[in-house]
Structure formats: C-alpha cells, structure tokens
C-alpha cells in the first residue's frame, strides 16, 4: 500500500487531523489483515490441490501396476482372468474409495 502522508489544513483543526489519520490507519491496517488471509487462503488452496494430485497420482501409479501384474499372470494362467480382473477391479473401487475419502476430508478442514 501507498504511503499516506497527513493531511493538513490550516482550516483543519488537530483534532480532526488525528481523528483522520486514525481512520486512514485502522482503513490501511485492515485492508493488510484482508491481503493477508487472501495469500493464506492461496497457499492453503495450493497445498490442496497438491496434495489431491499426489493421491491422484499414486492411485493411477497402483492401477497400472496391478493391471501389468494382472496381465502377466493371465499369461500364466488364462483360465484365472476373470478372477483376476475381479480383483483388479476390486483393488481399483477401493483405489477411489480412498482418494474420495481424501477429498472429503480436506473439504471438513
């Protein structure tokens, strides 16, 4: 914010010069507590948005190791694919479960 300087008149009073640097001070002390929250408010939005793409992440990480896993031992053994892909699946629902059990906990915050 921009340095104000005080104003003065000859036709001011000194009472009314401080009574208007008091107003200009407390206009400029909460517009720097409003600045203030807004950049706390910032980092904190960032930290969750990081912090969801780290989950998010790591949760499509487990999938496509599980799905080359799931691949693999179809190659071993073609009869057990459709066990597989149930477990797949499964391990995939609970993959979900646990990012949105995440989100939901950042919005209690």
């Not at 009073?13 to 706390?40: C, F, H, M, N, W």
């Not at 969750?48 to 998010?56: G, P």
Request: proline share 4%.
């Amino acid at each position: 914010m921009p340095d104000i300087q005080r104003y003065s008149s000859p036709e001011l009073l000194p009472t009314d010069g401080r009574r208007a640097g008091k107003a200009v001070s407390r206009y400029e002390a909460q517009g720097l507590v409003r600045v203030a929250g807004i950049d706390i408010e910032t980092d904190v939005s960032l930290a969750e948005v990081a912090s969801v793409t780290a989950v998010t992440g790591s949760a499509m990480g487990a999938v496509v190791r599980v799905a080359q896993a799931q691949k693999h031992l179809e190659l071993i053994a073609p009869e057990a694919s459709g066990r597989l892909a149930i477990l797949a699946d499964d391990h995939a629902l609970g993959l979900m479960e646990i990012a949105t059990d995440h989100r939901r906990a950042l919005r209690r915050k």
